[in-house]
């Protein structure tokens, strides 16, 4: 059987991407343009339209709150923030993170 | 010279082509058509649209007042088919059980060698309408009321005029993907009979 390498990549950038969102807004707030470039630099989003269904998602789940912002060019911004409910979230994934890397590491440098 | 229209989008003022205007109103009905769950999708909607104002915005110069059907292609690479932004993999589900609907019998107008009653028969059973037109035929010359039936067929079937119709003639749900999809191919069709005969 050929694996889909493509498919694969896709699938682990999604495991992550809820993660990276909340990691990323946990250092301050951000529109979701300022998200995207951070994402798109660290090639974590390849098409930009992934970002909204997971930002609606974790905001309709209480880990993100929003606010407007006027903008001195184009519409008003929608500026995210976390919550509290948020914060606890992401930490409760930093550390399934760093013993998911752990695991992982020990298994493939065997 | 082209005509243009006027858009409003994300409360920005954008003058845009016609064509593009039309890519771009597919692919808006499509992501639509994505999200099944109504809270959602407004959300998510308006958040898309925002982002494409802004990345029509920077579009925008001076010299380039317009909207044009190369900007709106670029942008939906930008922002990706819905199949890719995916999320809406268990929201579609729900969309298809709830708008689901049986079958009917239509005459198929875009498969017709007399009143398309073959081609919906076709259509409405899965099998190939040249099929149906040998059974037809056998019938008639065999036992002599294959053409009072067809003329009968003929006079009851209704035809498959709208999207909608059509879509029930194939069995397809009818959803704002679908008929997203539906008007695509449409469109790639004419565009396509119109660039043979430019030839």
């Known amino acids: 059987m050929i694996m889909d390498l493509e498919n694969v990549k896709a699938q682990m950038r999604k495991g992550v991407l809820e993660f990276t969102i909340l990691a990323v807004l946990s250092k301050g707030d951000a529109y979701a343009t300022d998200l995207l470039n951070k994402l798109k630099e660290s090639e974590l989003i390849v098409v930009e339209g992934t970002l909204y269904p997971l930002l609606t998602r974790q905001k309709n789940a209480g880990l993100l709150s929003y606010r407007w912002e006027e903008s001195t060019q184009g519409p008003p911004r929608k500026y995210y923030a976390l919550t509290e409910k948020g914060r606890e979230v992401l930490k409760e994934l930093q550390a399934s993170w760093k013993g998911l890397i752990d695991s992982v590491n020990s298994l493939v440098n065997q | ?199």
Request: charged share 30%; net charge neutral.
């Open chain 2, 1 to 199: 010279m082209k005509k243009t229209l006027t858009i409003n989008l994300a409360n920005q003022v954008f003058h845009i082509d016609e064509d593009a205007f039309l890519r771009l109103r597919v692919y808006l009905d499509r992501i639509e058509g994505h999200f099944a769950d109504t809270n959602e999708r407004s959300d998510i909607l308006s958040d898309i649209e925002t982002r494409i104002s802004e990345l029509f915005s920077q579009r925008i110069t001076q010299q380039k007042q317009v909207i044009v059907i190369q900007d709106v292609e670029e942008i939906i690479r930008i922002m990706g088919d819905p199949a890719e932004i995916g999320g809406g993999d268990q929201a579609e589900t729900k969309d298809y059980a709830r708008v689901s609907k049986p079958k009917r019998l239509y005459r198929d107008p875009d498969n017709r060698v007399l009143g398309g009653v073959c081609g919906g028969i076709g259509q409405y059973f899965k099998i190939d309408p040249l099929i149906v037109r040998i059974l037809f035929l056998v019938v008639f010359f065999g036992f002599g009321i294959g053409l009072l039936i067809y003329i009968i067929l003929w006079i009851v079937v209704p035809e498959a005029r709208t999207t909608t119709q059509k879509l029930e003639m194939r069995g397809d749900p009818v959803n704002a993907s679908n008929i997203g999809n539906f008007v695509k191919d449409e469109f790639e069709t004419v565009k396509k009979n119109f660039q043979g005969k430019k030839k």
